[in-house]
């Protein structure tokens, strides 16, 4: 099993729709990132949040670290949306030199048809 | 306007050629980072760096090497070594310990023949 469990894998939804994906994770974090590839390949970085929530315009993150769980919500979706999102969560190194590391979900490919 | 440089956006190479990948931020980042991503895969870290003139392992390391001697720059060189070298490499910075945002390169797609 992953540390880092991403769904749906792929999702279509129509232009204006509200658009949820998830992220579960199974180890101990600090932080958790959520994170846009473009269909060129460039990574942006949309939050980095520890609890609660956090939105910016049309985008709202949330994790639940109890439940070892954070959802990104896109309200009022559109074309130029369409994109890989990754969740990536930020726990412990595994060498005592190495501090933390980030662990990265295999991603959600969002297509968002006019 | 601050950023990282990747270069070049695609390269080929011949099976047992060594091939170096460009990577440079003006963001002021003490932290650099190589990771590969694979079709179907999450990014893996390959090698990163939280200050000049010292870097460590990641996840994937063997076959490939790096350099940090400037703080601006963090090559990575595939080697022929590396069994499977076909991939999209993406760099990385950040402040340390990854306690702020990561910044990405826009990658390099490399393609071994």
Not at chain 1, 58 to 80: C, D, F, W
Not at chain 2, 93 to 101: A, F, M
Request: proline content about 5%; some cysteine; charged content about 20%.
């Amino acid at each position: 099993k992953n540390e880092v469990e991403q769904s749906p894998q792929n999702l279509t939804a129509q232009e204006g729709e509200f658009i949820t994906i998830n992220c579960s994770y199974s180890v101990g974090i600090s932080a958790l990132h959520w994170l846009q590839q473009h269909p060129g390949g460039g990574i942006v970085s949309l939050f980095m949040l520890s609890s609660g929530k956090k939105k910016h315009g049309r985008l709202i993150a949330t994790i639940n670290i109890q439940e070892k769980h954070s959802s990104l919500h896109i309200t009022a979706s559109h074309p130029r949306d369409s994109a890989v999102y990754i969740c990536a969560v930020r726990s412990p190194g595994f060498r005592e030199t190495s501090g933390s590391r980030l662990t990265f979900g295999e991603g959600t490919q969002l297509t968002v048809n006019p | 306007d601050g950023g990282i440089t990747q270069s070049p956006k695609y390269l080929f190479r011949k099976e047992g050629q060594n091939v170096t990948l460009s990577c440079e931020q003006n963001l002021n980042h003490d932290a650099m980072y190589w990771y590969r991503q694979d079709p179907g895969q999450g990014l893996r870290l390959i090698y990163y760096s939280q200050i000049v003139n010292d870097f460590q392992k990641g996840d994937i390391a063997e076959g490939y090497s790096v350099s940090r001697e400037k703080k601006e720059s963090f090559p990575l060189t595939v080697t022929s070594a590396q069994k499977n070298p076909t991939a999209f490499y993406l760099c990385a910075s950040s402040i340390p310990d990854h306690l702020g945002p990561l910044h990405f390169g826009n990658g390099t797609r490399l393609t071994v023949t």
